[in-house]
């Protein structure tokens, strides 16, 4: 420690976003010096009745050191394969965007670049049908894969379903034993340096200060810190991404578990299911411009599969980022840092990659401009690339049966995925290193919705046309065979929730 080091760290606001960041900051600056203390009012209600998230999650709990058992009992969690699309592209088509990857490639040549001539030789199975987690999903099975297991259990990754207020608590709860403090109020000002114009304290209903160096504002849509204090401003995304409404509600099951989300398109947006141990977490998004919010209730409720277990709740939201995430000494973290819908089940994993490059660029109380900006960088370069992959949705639509679907179509969208676009009607080219929505996603999604590209690669033509097909025949039934031997999701969560003394243990399967 110096006399620079940070001392007080302030997170405004609780939720996941605030609990996430409180958990990892008592878990990585277990330093003896530097204090975090959460501030939270319980008159403020959170949004959501379930969260589907990505793979990424898993690296997260992992480096706090959460049993991942535990972690199922505790926030009523089922796992998560990958997300079905239905009515997307055009109506009555279904297709899959499984985690992991897609069969297996040869000679350095991408797998789909050889199922794509292939599929110009004979009739093919979809291509979800050479993902593993595809396949289990489609049979209702799943299991955890072991470290040492083979191809092609190996190429199955998953995510969790959670209760949010649930996770969110489990998360409180290891912070606190960690050191955490937490204060109950409502902030009603925040006190700002003059010489600087950074915050300097924050002032609660009942009159007590709280003072810090490093502000985090986790304080939802309002952002209370970031934008009505130090005026950061917002980039409005609306044009790409018209939805601006969303209606959640909880309901009883209708059927088995499935281990994947499942996102419907509907008139004028699109409704979100994800079963929850104890409910069906559903939602309906929607473009208030084209639908009323009584008839998208109305369109929510009449979809549900069981019954209708709370009153449906309403909010409105501005697609869009923060135009800073760190300014001054405040840095945000979920909704007040910006909102790129949920359409693929991107917003905890935006939050822990704001903590991830909030550790790596943890600043002292000199606040160094190239610590921020390279912070602002690396966030806005996230957000983009999330919002060009949930655009891509929207736009690679050919349904014409509603004004939405058709102002979609037809919408201007960002050069950078147009680009991307077009590289692959060309050659199927993909390419995609961010950390995020990798070759079999954009795969996955483009042909889903029909962008079907005019050729192939030129070198796949180098590869035996016989021993390729073989090779795909071969990748596709050992994924089937290896589903069948899988035990269902039912019985691999009841593993998961069995008591310590049971003989009965979450199962890991190497084959």
């Keep these: 420690m110096n006399e620079h080091s940070i001392k007080e760290v302030v997170i405004v606001g609780g939720g996941t976003a605030g609990w996430m ?48 058992k535990d972690f199922v009992r505790e926030t009523k969690a089922t796992f998560k394969l990958g997300i079905e699309f239905v009515n997307w592209g055009t109506v009555g088509r279904r297709y899959f965007h499984p985690f992991g990857t897609l069969g297996q490639d040869l000679q350095g040549i991408p797998f789909h670049q050889l199922y794509l001539r292939e599929r110009q030789r004979r009739v093919m199975p979809d291509i979800s049908a050479w993902a593993m987690s595809a396949v289990a999903a489609s049979q209702g099975k799943f299991v955890r894969p072991g470290r040492g297991a083979q191809y092609p259990l190996n190429q199955m990754l998953y995510a969790f379903h959670f209760d949010a207020g649930l996770y969110a608590r489990f998360l409180r709860n290891y912070a606190e034993q960690s050191g955490v403090k937490r204060i109950e109020g409502k902030v009603v000002d ?43 401003g917002y980039e409005d995304w609306t044009h790409w991404l018209p939805c601006d409404r969303a209606i959640a509600a909880p309901c009883a099951h209708g059927g088995p578990l499935d281990p994947f989300t499942r996102s419907t398109a509907h008139e004028s947006g699109w409704q979100w299911r994800i079963p929850l141990q104890h409910r069906m977490g559903n939602g309906h998004v929607y473009c208030s411009s084209f639908i009323s919010d009584d008839d998208a209730e109305r369109v929510l409720v009449n979809n549900l599969e069981g019954e209708l277990l709370g009153d449906p709740r309403r909010l409105s939201f501005t697609t869009g980022r923060r135009k800073q995430a760190w300014n001054k000494n405040v840095i945000t973290m979920g909704l007040s840092s910006g909102f790129v819908e949920p359409l693929e089940s991107t917003s905890i994993h935006m939050i822990q990659a704001g903590i991830a490059r909030l550790i790596a660029l943890f600043p002292d109380k ?33 349904r014409d049966d509603s ?18 676009i077009e590289q692959f009607r060309n050659k199927a080219r993909v390419f995609a290193d961010a950390e995020l929505f990798n070759v079999t996603s954009w795969v996955s999604v483009m042909l889903g ?58 199962q890991e399967i190497v084959f």
Excluded at 52 to 66: H, W
Excluded at 202 to 214: M, S, W
Excluded at 478 to 503: G, K, Q, V, Y
Aim: proline content about 6%; charged content about 25%; hydrophobic content about 40%.
């Design 366 to 398: 000199r606040f160094n401009p190239i610590e921020r900006d390279e912070y602002n960088r690396r966030m806005q370069s996230l957000f983009e690339w999330v919002r060009d992959f949930i655009i891509l949705h929207y736009k690679a639509m050919n």
């Design 190 to 232: 925040v006190k700002l340096r003059g010489e600087d114009g950074y915050v300097e304290a924050i002032q609660l209903g009942d009159g007590q200060l709280i003072e810090g160096d490093l502000f985090i504002d986790c304080s939802g849509f309002r952002g209370l810190l970031i934008e009505q204090a130090l005026e950061t």
């Design 449 to 506: 919705q029909g962008i079907i590209p005019d050729e192939y690669e030129p070198v796949v033509d180098g590869l035996d046309e016989r021993k390729v097909a073989d090779a795909l025949e071969q990748m596709r039934v050992a994924m089937l065979e290896t589903a069948a031997r899988l035990p269902t999701h039912e019985e691999f969560i009841a593993s998961c929730l069995s008591p310590p003394s049971a003989p009965q243990r979450p």
């Design 403 to 420: 004004p939405f679907w058709k102002q979609c179509a037809t919408m201007s969208i960002p050069d950078s995925l147009a680009g991307r």
């Design 21 to 68: 960041a409180a958990a990892a900051l008592s878990r990585f600056l277990d330093n003896g010096y530097t204090r975090t203390t959460l501030v939270e009012s319980e008159e403020i209600g959170t949004i959501g009745v379930g969260e589907a998230t990505i793979p990424p999650l898993l690296s997260f709990n992992g480096l706090l050191g959460i049993n991942e």
